[in-house]
């Protein structure tokens, strides 16, 4: 039986001008473009979701350098492979040099990496690698240090709808047969796909495959309402897509932007990541709002404990409410800011001993070493407040928190400023 070639790869783009999206590396005047039309290839890593056209712009490059492409897949390759390669180098003859196309290259351990080095500084291999991590956390450094690094963007839709219609267009040429497209098929497709092309030709070989051998061939939206649905949204709990939503969430929040910050919950109650979300609400509680409005963090404790009692679907109503509340909630991070200016100086200065009349006197012999000598207890006092040395001698003058503008800390600030100005 004749091997089935996937029509994404019968579709592959074989110049840079066949290429969609990508236009911020590949455009006219982009800097990838231009190192490309060069032909002076440096080692690049290219990084990205998958679909994005990081293997075919590898190929590309390779074809119009005139360089020989060897690939491989380091989620299968073996150190062997790796030496087989490089064997092979001295057979071959080759003017132009060699381009080794790595792809998944986080899933090479540091030897493996390290293999590759001696006959990347030699020049005997252009190394183009690919990740869908963030290279930063998952490369060595000493291959981030000789490459250079593009990042591939998902796809914008009004392209993947022009790769969509090309598709369609190549299955009715192809096959000989006539195929008609219901009314919003196309856009669809294109806006359920993530931004990830190949993901949309796939759907197009779907929603046609099943077809051949007809007369003609319609596809209808509901069809592709059902083969597409939830495929446009990209999570992974480990992975940076992950990582990227959670900051978005709490940044919008931050932000007092109580509509985008329900938009990035929807993205983490759909993936179903219940935990992620609670965790980062109680931090954002005490982080962002803080002394501006502390009773948020009991009230969000209390909508986090009836979600997690709750689970999905419904814990969505609980942990919309503690979104809304802390989006439009009053700001301040005089909190954070505090804790962490005392913990650089405990990091970075010494502080010396606690003060003698500070330390636990509850003892027999206390008295004779001088553990406790001297402290006022404050309740004995005007205000419950008496002006004495609590700071080590060493950062006694140390201020580490600073009240923040809103209502609640300027009316903390101007009652004890009143009530220390006379030391009590």
Wanted: charged share 25%; glycine share 8%; hydrophobic share 40%.
């Amino acid at each position: 039986m004749e091997q089935r070639i996937p029509l994404a790869a019968k579709l592959r783009p074989s110049s840079l001008s066949d290429m969609v999206g990508q236009d911020h590396l590949i455009g006219e005047g982009r800097p990838l473009r231009r190192i490309i039309e060069s032909g002076m290839i440096p080692n690049m890593i290219f990084y990205g979701s998958s679909g994005l056209g990081k293997t075919t712009l590898a190929q590309i490059i390779a074809a119009s350098a005139e360089k020989t492409l060897y690939k491989l897949n380091a989620t299968t390759a073996s150190t062997g492979d790796i030496k087989d390669i490089i064997g092979e180098l001295d057979a071959i003859y080759n003017e132009k040099g060699v381009i080794l196309y790595l792809d998944e290259i986080q899933y090479f351990n540091k030897k493996q990496q390290q293999i590759l080095l001696e006959f990347i500084e030699n020049g005997k291999i252009t190394l183009i690698a690919s990740t869908t991590e963030n290279p930063y956390f998952y490369v060595y450094n000493a291959i981030l240090s000789r490459a250079t690094i593009f990042e591939f963007r998902p796809v914008e839709r009004t392209a993947v709808e022009k790769a969509v219609k090309r598709a369609f267009s190549f299955v009715e040429t192809d096959g000989g047969i006539p195929v008609e497209v219901e009314d919003g098929v196309c856009s669809h497709i294109a806006a359920s796909c993530g931004g990830d092309v190949r993901k949309a030709v796939n759907t197009v070989e779907l929603l046609t495959v099943c077809k051949v051998g007809q007369e003609k061939i319609s596809v209808t939206l509901e069809d592709a309402k059902a083969l597409s649905q939830k495929s446009n949204m990209k999570y992974d709990r480990d992975g940076d897509t992950h990582y990227d939503i959670l900051s978005a969430f709490q940044k919008s929040i931050r932000g007092a932007d109580e509509n985008a910050a329900l938009h990035y919950l929807a993205r983490l109650v759909s993936a179903g990541d219940l935990p992620s979300v609670c965790r980062r609400l109680l931090v954002i509680a005490s982080e962002d709002i803080g002394l501006a409005y502390p009773q948020a963090v009991s009230v969000v404790k209390s909508c986090v404990d009836a979600a997690l009692q709750l689970g999905f679907p419904e814990a969505r109503i609980p942990l919309a409410e503690a979104v809304i509340l802390l989006a439009t909630a009053p700001k301040s991070n005089s909190a954070i800011c505090a804790i962490d200016a005392a913990m650089t100086d405990l990091r970075d200065k010494e502080v010396g001993d606690i003060p003698d009349h500070l330390k636990d006197s509850h003892y027999a012999g206390a008295e004779k070493i001088g553990r406790g000598q001297g402290y006022v207890y404050p309740h004995g006092c005007k205000n419950n407040y008496v002006r004495q040395q609590y700071l080590p001698d060493a950062i006694k003058n140390a201020v580490y928190y600073r009240y923040g503008e809103n209502k609640n800390e300027q009316a903390a600030k101007r009652y004890w400023e009143e009530i220390k100005k006379n030391g009590g």
